[in-house]
Antibody, heavy 120, light 108 residues
Framework: QVQLQESGPGLVKPSETLSLTCTVS????????WAWIRQPPGKGLECIGYIYHSGSTKYNPSLKSRVTISLDTSKNQFSLNLSSVTAADTATYYC??????????????WGQGILVTVSS | SSELTQDPVVSVALGQTVTISCQGD??????ASWYQQKAGQAPVLVIYGNNYRPSGIPDRFSGSNSGNTASLTITGAQAEDEADYYCFCRDISDNPVVFGGGTKVTVL
């Protein structure tokens, strides 16, 4: 079965770039859609962006100017870069497979999540 | 509104039935998926599409959709069902968006 694992630094300084990688095991990253989702401490879930197997992307409009999601099929990984971070970007970041059908979507499975704190 | 609205807190007696609702205009066009998140854990998909349950999810979980409302029902709630539940639905523009605000289910 497909499993996902996030990796990256747990502490990022304000104004710097947050960089995370999601490694997919138990299946190929090709032929599927993938997503990054975050959850600030004590708050709800927010989709950051999607990347399709073709490499095309969609980003949350509120984050679009700062977000880049990319795919590395050779390593079976996809990555998130979020630039110019502030304390408001402190959150647990999850990667997930994004499944789509004609008029519904779902996210399954999810990685375990990684807490990223923005602080000097 | 493009938002999805959920009741913040719901309680249910052990063994009884509870229904969680999710309201939003885009639910008139797209179907919801539902996620269970226990304290300190990643969300887990429990319902998607027309009441489909992933493998391993107990059949006491069911979903329905009507008009601008999606519902998740737990029939015969168990202590282990105590968690936060989030709904999600595709945005009309297909942009990544926020989930519903979440419902904390307490089993008494």
């Amino acid at each position: 079965q497909v499993q996902l694992q996030e990796s990256g630094p747990g502490l990022v300084k304000p104004s710097e770039t947050l960089s995370l990688t999601c490694t997919v095991s138990g299946g190929s990253i090709s032929g599927s859609y993938w997503a990054w989702i975050r959850q600030p401490p004590g708050k709800g879930l927010e989709c950051i962006g999607y990347i399709y197997h073709s490499g095309s992307t969609k980003y949350n409009p509120s984050l679009k100017s700062r977000v880049t999601i990319s795919l590395d099929t050779s390593k079976n990984q996809f990555s998130l870069n979020l630039s110019s971070v502030t304390a408001a970007d402190t959150a647990t970041y999850y990667c997930a497979r994004h499944e789509r059908y004609s008029h519904y979507d779902w996210f399954d499975p999810w990685g375990q999540g990684i807490l990223v704190t923005v602080s000097s | 509104s493009s938002e999805l609205t959920q009741d913040p807190v719901v309680s249910v007696a052990l063994g009884q039935t509870v229904t969680i609702s999710c309201q939003g205009d885009r639910l008139r066009t797209f179907l919801a998926s539902w996620y269970q998140q226990k304290a300190g854990q990643a969300p887990v998909l429990v319902i998607y599409g027309n009441n489909y349950r992933p493998s391993g999810i107990p059949d006491r979980f069911s979903g329905s959709n009507s008009g601008n409302t999606a519902s998740l029902t737990i029939t015969g709630a168990q202590a282990e069902d105590e968690a936060d539940y989030y709904c999600f639905c595709r945005d009309i523009s297909d942009n990544p968006v926020v989930f519903g605000g979440g419902t904390k289910v307490t089993v008494l």
